[in-house]
């Protein structure tokens, strides 16, 4: 592989990193449905309005409006909306191991539901990903750093990733583009979680300053369009290869978490990641990745 090609991997790596720093930082000044709506919605429009005015790519037709509604609430509105929720209560570090959990989680969620053998491999690497999950988590139980319902709402969220994930595999978009569809799933997952934003609303716990315009821009522009280009890049060149830079995430991960936040680092973190590490390796070496779709 070329320079491009290591360029595009390395900076996908940081880019997925950085989301659950540059959440960290937005929840210093934000409530979290504040967050998700604006960068939803900014992300969104910016996605849109290069495809349809820029690029001039059709717009869905007729079916197609409802199954990018439907992909747009399990990817963006529950997903999203958790994993958000889930940042309150753990740190960022912890949050990037368990992003990285997504491809087992796929594998095994895809093989239940069209009804295949599992696979050995695949629950082997899953409870080794888990438990080096709980192994980082374990002293950042003993403090402010995370709780054991941040670390399940987490895990719910990603089976919500998974589900959207799969869906988006299986279904025919009859070569609607997918800057199109990633906009407008945005746009939808955005107007889906307006309910729990006003029902949640509290004026004193947002403040519009810094930390707010900083963490949701970041994640709006760099985070959710361009790590979702550098990642179609290296998937249309090689979808397997591509897969090992999700390796790179959890690492990136922790160095912003500890660089830029200052929350703790040990021994159990090494493990925890090295565990997590070990489970993914297991699985990409017994089997290509077939289905991962990121549009954080």
Known sequence: MGRKWIASGLCFAVLWASASVATKIALLDAQPFVIAVTRFFIGGIAMLLFAHGFRKYRFPQKKEWRKIMLYGLLNISIYLGLYIVAMQKISAGLGTLAVA????IISLMAAFIFKKPVGINNIISLIICLGGVFVAAYPLLQTSYASIDGILIILISMLAYSAGAIYFSKTNWYGLN??????????????????FLLFTYKTGANHYGFNFWSGTLWLAVPVSIGAVQCWLYLSQKNATNASYWLFLCPIFGFILSVVLLKEPLSWYTAVGVSLVLAGLYTRN???EIRVINITD
């Open 178 to 195: 997918i800057i199109t569809i990633n906009g407008w799933q945005t746009i939808f997952g955005g107007i889906f979680l307006i309910p």
């Open 285 to 287: 070496k017994q089997k």
């Open 101 to 104: 959990l997504n491809p087992v």
